[in-house]
């Protein structure tokens, strides 16, 4: 579990954010993108946040699309 001190968000001048980022230890932690359904979350938008925070694992946290729109879940 982790407190609101290890709880942060990342947003470049020009836009480009990350929804929630967990600093674990200094500089290396998770971060994850919050979209309503998989088809939103496009990993080629958050090179800028890959390339700064190299030691940071981002994932994907959404609502599955299913064919018949029976199942909903969150993909980590």
């Given at each position: 579990m982790y407190d609101a001190d290890h709880l942060h968000f990342w947003r470049t001048?020009?836009?480009n954010e990350?929804?929630?980022v967990v600093e674990e230890q200094l500089n290396k932690g998770l971060a994850y993108?919050?979209?309503y359904n998989d088809v939103q979350f496009k990993p080629n938008k958050y090179k800028k946040f890959?390339?700064?925070y190299?030691?940071?694992n981002l994932a994907c946290v959404c609502k599955l699309i299913t064919k018949d729109d029976s199942i909903e879940a969150i993909r980590l």
């Amino acid at each position: 579990m982790y407190d609101a001190d290890h709880l942060h968000f990342w947003r470049t001048a020009d836009g480009n954010e990350v929804d929630f980022v967990v600093e674990e230890q200094l500089n290396k932690g998770l971060a994850y993108e919050v979209k309503y359904n998989d088809v939103q979350f496009k990993p080629n938008k958050y090179k800028k946040f890959l390339e700064a925070y190299s030691d940071f694992n981002l994932a994907c946290v959404c609502k599955l699309i299913t064919k018949d729109d029976s199942i909903e879940a969150i993909r980590l």
